[in-house]
């Protein structure tokens, strides 16, 4: 991360706000070419496609996403900076109307949550050169109908949840608005810049070292090491872990509840290892890319081990009190992990595909011993 003058991060920050809410929210998608650089690139997910290019591949994501939710409202719920990095967290509320990863208009209502890093670029203007983003895409799939909710592996569920989800898919369409940008939709007014929203509390260069601490530790010790026993030392008794419904069996509180998500990811992934890509401390917040590798061979939320390797990425941000970690914010690649382990169908996947969905979801379960013995063995050699 490179370091930067407040002018030239308050320039920065002002750059995503009028990304956020001028192409955005007030579908001005035309301004990507003076925010965002010719050589930019967004880093996507696999499911979502090949890595964007440039302003032209930003105007592209807004697009899509508009016009599959034509009356999206966007809340800005943490946005802050350091160096040469800006993070923003959202929240996304609005109606399917549009298609959406190939999923036809469906006419349901769905919220959702975006976490973005940006890095701007050293130059006047600050122009934002590179962004990482994850988003909730396997829960707005489940809201729409077109993922199972997680867990559905056993034959009969499975085998019930894609005939019920072919026959209405051929047999109920919701009409697309028309034309583009569609009528009545209504365009987020953009409200002023007043810089960053969280993390404004003053902190030294050693307070910002101390509040990396505990999330550094977090990733080594506690996941790489499994050394479980450390949420006492590193979460705050007040803790709050936010994530979406479907990433957590229950809501996260204190140590203790920590302690036992933490269990449950080492017993479906007992290998799991995590590295920490990005790292950004700002007052009281700290943001980190964290890229987390491993292999499926127990079971976890409901899903019977699979064997599958899988290669994880997520963006975590933190809040610190006294030194510990006392509420955290996880947006993390469900819908990348589900599609490697094939417990979910390939977005805009037809009413054929549905039943083929069931059909290799059956050889998946059917092989995976061979697959988990395969994984133990090149374990032990």
Same mark, same amino acid.
């Given at each position: 991360m490179t370091l930067a003058t407040e002018p030239a991060l308050r320039a920065g920050l002002e750059t995503v706000w009028a990304y956020l809410h001028e192409c955005g929210g007030a579908r001005q998608h035309?301004?990507?070419?003076?925010?965002?650089?010719r050589e930019a690139r967004l880093h996507n997910p696999l499911w979502l496609g090949p890595d964007g290019r440039g302003a032209a591949g930003a105007r592209d994501q807004l697009v899509l996403?508009?016009?599959?939710?034509?009356?999206?409202?966007?809340?800005?719920?943490?946005?802050?900076?350091?160096?040469?990095?800006?993070?923003?967290?959202?929240?996304?509320?609005?109606?399917?109307?549009?298609?959406w990863l190939g999923v036809p208009a469906t006419g349901r209502e769905?919220?959702?949550?975006?976490?973005?890093?940006?890095?701007?670029?050293?130059?006047?203007g600050g122009r934002i050169a590179e962004i990482w983003q994850q988003a909730d895409a396997l829960g707005t799939l489940i809201t729409l109908g077109a993922a199972p909710p997680?867990?559905?592996?056993? /034959?009969?569920?499975?085998?019930?949840?894609?005939? /019920?989800?072919?026959?209405?898919?051929?047999h109920h369409r919701v009409p697309q608005d028309?034309?583009?940008?569609?009528?009545?939709?209504?365009?987020?007014?953009?409200?002023?810049?007043?810089?960053?929203?969280?993390?404004?509390?003053?902190?030294?260069?050693?307070?910002?070292?101390?509040?990396?601490?505990?999330?550094?530790?977090?990733?080594?010790?506690?996941?790489?090491?499994q050394a479980v026993h450390i949420c006492e030392e590193i979460f705050h008794e007040s803790y709050r872990g936010h994530s979406p419904p479907h990433a957590e069996p229950e809501p996260l509180r204190g140590p203790k509840g920590y302690e036992r998500f933490i269990r449950g990811i080492l017993t479906g992934f007992p290998d799991a290892k995590a590295t920490i890509e990005d790292l950004i401390p700002v007052g009281d917040r700290v943001a980190c890319r964290v890229r987390m590798t491993g292999t499926h061979l127990g079971p976890y939320r409901g899903l019977p081990?699979?064997?599958?390797?899988?290669?994880?990425?997520?963006?975590?941000?933190?809040?610190?009190?006294?030194?510990?970690i006392v509420e955290s914010w996880q947006e993390i690649d469900a819908l990348g992990l589900m599609l490697g382990f094939g417990v979910v169908p390939r977005p805009g996947s037809g009413s054929a595909g549905?039943?083929?969905?069931?059909?290799?979801?059956?050889?998946?379960?059917?092989?995976?011993?061979?697959?988990?013995?395969?994984?133990?063995k090149g374990a032990r050699a």
């Open positions: 035309a301004l990507a070419d003076r925010l965002v650089t996403l508009h016009r599959a939710f034509p009356d999206l409202r966007t809340e800005v719920e943490d946005f802050f900076g350091a160096g040469d990095r800006v993070v923003a967290r959202l929240i996304h509320r609005g109606t399917h109307r549009g298609p769905v919220q959702f949550s975006q976490t973005l890093i940006f890095r701007i670029e050293d130059g006047p997680l867990g559905t592996t056993s /034959a009969p569920r499975a085998l019930g949840w894609a005939i /019920a989800t072919a026959h209405h898919r051929a028309q034309p583009w940008p569609w009528r009545g939709t209504d365009r987020q007014r953009t409200p002023a810049f007043r810089g960053a929203l969280s993390g404004t509390a003053p902190a030294s260069a050693e307070l910002l070292e101390a509040n990396a601490l505990p999330l550094r530790r977090w990733i080594a010790e506690c996941v790489n090491e081990p699979t064997g599958r390797p899988f290669s994880l990425g997520q963006i975590v941000i933190c809040r610190i009190e006294d030194g510990k549905y039943l083929l969905w069931f059909a290799r979801l059956a050889a998946t379960l059917a092989t995976a011993p061979r697959r988990i013995a395969a994984a133990g």
